[in-house]
């Protein structure tokens, strides 16, 4: 059984940017969750995605937006990068009927 | 808006000692409580959940529930210093129908086991 995967693993940008982040669900799983850890905090819930549609969001501007594809791979893309958008982006799978969620490794995205 | 609370720590144990971590949540209705575990500059691993009062063991680690005070504990029994990482505890938050919710995440407690 094949875990979370995400890409890419490090990703260096400047202000005004856009980036696109990816994440492959655990085999089965058919929800996707994004969240965003600052240095020191607890990851914070971004959106989540259930049947190619965004099922719930947390209290990110619109710039933040996804996509969730026929085989639950999800993407996370981030318009007009800031400053404080520098975090770890985590992508959890979860099975369905279960609260359990399942990290993958994450992104490391740093905007200069 | 339901809220978790941790002590970030750090907690020093010596090798071999029980490490107690704490955790409060504010919203009464929660009915399931996630422990997980994060290593410095890795994603974290869930270790621990529990839904219902009382205790749950697996291998060193145990989780304890009480409802009423709003409080879940993680024990983690002859601590090695591979524990030592975060740990993070977390509730569902809302549910959106048809799948589940998102989780909400305390800053976590920075366990630190000393040899």
Same mark, same amino acid.
């Given at each position: 059984e094949t875990g979370v995967t995400q890409s890419p693993t490090h990703l260096i940008k400047t202000r005004g940017q856009q980036v696109t982040l990816r994440c492959s669900s655990q085999s089965g799983h058919n929800t996707v969750s994004w969240y965003q850890q600052a240095l020191g905090q607890g990851p914070q819930f971004i959106?989540?995605?259930?049947?190619?549609?965004e099922n719930g969001?947390?209290?990110f501007p619109p710039r933040f937006s996804g996509l969730q594809f026929p085989n639950y791979s999800?993407?996370?893309?981030?318009n007009a990068l800031e400053l404080d958008d520098s975090a770890l982006y985590l992508?959890?799978?979860?099975p369905g009927g279960s609260d359990e969620q399942f990290f993958g490794p994450g992104t490391r995205l740093t905007v200069l | 808006q339901k809220e978790v609370e941790q002590n970030s720590g750090p907690l020093s144990v010596p090798e071999g000692a029980i490490a107690s971590l704490n955790c409060t949540y504010s919203d009464r209705g929660s009915q399931s409580f996630f422990w997980y575990r994060q290593y410095s500059g890795k994603s974290p691993e869930l270790?621990?959940?529990?839904?219902?009062n009382g205790d749950k063991e697996?291998? *060193?680690f145990t989780a304890q529930l009480n409802k009423a005070?709003?409080?879940?504990?993680?024990?983690? *029994?002859?601590?090695q210093p591979s524990d030592s990482?975060?740990?993070?505890?977390?509730?569902?938050?809302?549910?959106?129908?048809?799948?589940q919710g998102n989780l909400i995440f305390g800053k976590g407690t920075k366990l630190s086991v000393k040899p």
């Amino acid at each position: 059984e094949t875990g979370v995967t995400q890409s890419p693993t490090h990703l260096i940008k400047t202000r005004g940017q856009q980036v696109t982040l990816r994440c492959s669900s655990q085999s089965g799983h058919n929800t996707v969750s994004w969240y965003q850890q600052a240095l020191g905090q607890g990851p914070q819930f971004i959106f989540q995605y259930y049947r190619e549609e965004e099922n719930g969001r947390g209290n990110f501007p619109p710039r933040f937006s996804g996509l969730q594809f026929p085989n639950y791979s999800s993407e996370l893309n981030v318009n007009a990068l800031e400053l404080d958008d520098s975090a770890l982006y985590l992508c959890a799978s979860s099975p369905g009927g279960s609260d359990e969620q399942f990290f993958g490794p994450g992104t490391r995205l740093t905007v200069l | 808006q339901k809220e978790v609370e941790q002590n970030s720590g750090p907690l020093s144990v010596p090798e071999g000692a029980i490490a107690s971590l704490n955790c409060t949540y504010s919203d009464r209705g929660s009915q399931s409580f996630f422990w997980y575990r994060q290593y410095s500059g890795k994603s974290p691993e869930l270790i621990m959940f529990i839904y219902s009062n009382g205790d749950k063991e697996d291998g *060193r680690f145990t989780a304890q529930l009480n409802k009423a005070s709003q409080y879940v504990s993680l024990l983690i *029994r002859d601590s090695q210093p591979s524990d030592s990482a975060t740990y993070l505890c977390a509730v569902p938050g809302m549910n959106y129908g048809g799948s589940q919710g998102n989780l909400i995440f305390g800053k976590g407690t920075k366990l630190s086991v000393k040899p």
